[in-house]
């Protein structure tokens, strides 16, 4: 017998949990055309939670969890990362942190290629990885719906000024640019047809959107 799943419908104003600012760009223009109004946690200064999870999804939830509590509205949180296969899935969800102990993305990738090289990962084809974004939704009176996806590719010179964090050495399969040289249009990918998404980010949001926001488009 096939579980019935209930998903609650998401409207009106929400928070949405983050203080960097790619990631609020491209949150916003996800919901944009669900007219769900957005603030963010950023802008209302909250304080940012710390990130214990050993999971995206549970590190997702921390976020939303906090913002929900802080402000009694719905709030929407991301957690991401890139995952490189030469590295046992490194930086995952330490992602972020990465980029802030090495002080900026470019030195992160350059210490990321640094431990690629050094496991002898110099081919295309040992130099795979994956973008995961998992999508947490969290009401104040502690409903929860967390949605994750992926999305692959290959691990490249940097190329490109759009996006931010890692986008510019991502070069998603079956394309020839980078993230950093996509718009975020093009990045999102979203198809007319309903099929898949391209970003792990949008892939997440189609999910959720199937299941939370349908009745709201
Ligand atoms: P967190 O989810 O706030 O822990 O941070 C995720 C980390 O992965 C940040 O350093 C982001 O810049 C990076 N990241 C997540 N999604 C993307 C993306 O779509 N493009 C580039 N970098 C990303």
Same mark, same amino acid.
């Given at each position: 017998?096939?579980?019935?799943?209930?998903?609650?419908?998401?409207?009106?104003?929400?928070?949405?949990?983050?203080?960097?600012?790619?990631?609020?760009?491209?949150?916003?223009?996800?919901?944009?055309?669900?007219?769900?109004?957005?603030?963010?946690?950023?802008?209302?200064?909250?304080?940012e939670p710390e990130?214990?999870?050993?999971?995206?999804?549970?590190?997702?939830?921390i976020?939303?969890?906090a913002?929900?509590?802080?402000?009694?509205?719905?709030?929407?949180?991301?957690? @991401? $990362?890139?995952?490189? %296969?030469?590295?046992?899935?490194?930086? #995952?969800?330490?992602?972020?942190?990465?980029?802030? +102990?090495?002080?900026?993305?470019?030195?992160?990738?350059?210490?990321?290629?640094?431990?690629?090289?050094?496991?002898?990962?110099?081919?295309?084809?040992?130099?795979?990885?994956?973008?995961?974004?998992?999508?947490?939704?969290?009401?104040?009176?502690?409903?929860?719906?967390?949605?994750?996806?992926?999305?692959?590719?290959?691990?490249?010179?940097?190329?490109?000024? @759009? $996006?931010?964090?890692? %986008?510019?050495?991502?070069?998603?399969? #079956?394309?020839?640019?980078?993230?950093?040289?996509? +718009?975020?249009?093009?990045?999102?990918?979203?198809?007319?047809?309903?099929?898949?998404?391209?970003?792990?980010?949008?892939?997440?949001?189609?999910?959720?959107?199937?299941?939370?926001?349908?009745?709201?488009?």
């Amino acid at each position: 017998m096939s579980e019935q799943v209930s998903h609650r419908q998401l409207s009106g104003r929400i928070v949405i949990a983050t203080h960097n600012a790619g990631k609020l760009r491209e949150m916003r223009e996800l919901l944009q055309p669900f007219g769900i109004e957005a603030v963010s946690a950023g802008e209302l200064s909250l304080p940012e939670p710390e990130e214990t999870g050993d999971t995206f999804i549970a590190n997702a939830l921390i976020k939303a969890r906090a913002s929900a509590m802080a402000v009694n509205l719905p709030a929407f949180a991301d957690d @991401s $990362g890139l995952c490189v %296969d030469a590295l046992g899935g490194y930086p #995952g969800i330490y992602s972020a942190r990465w980029a802030k +102990d090495a002080g900026d993305f470019v030195k992160a990738m350059t210490n990321i290629e640094r431990l690629m090289q050094a496991k002898g990962a110099t081919e295309p084809a040992q130099r795979k990885a994956h973008f995961v974004s998992a999508l947490a939704l969290v009401w104040p009176d502690g409903h929860e719906e967390t949605f994750e996806e992926k999305v692959f590719g290959t691990i490249e010179e940097p190329r490109g000024q @759009s $996006g931010f964090g890692y %986008d510019p050495f991502f070069r998603p399969e #079956g394309h020839e640019r980078t993230f950093g040289e996509m +718009d975020s249009q093009e990045k999102h990918g979203i198809p007319a047809d309903g099929s898949q998404a391209l970003s792990h980010r949008a892939r997440a949001f189609q999910l959720l959107a199937r299941a939370c926001l349908r009745n709201d488009a």
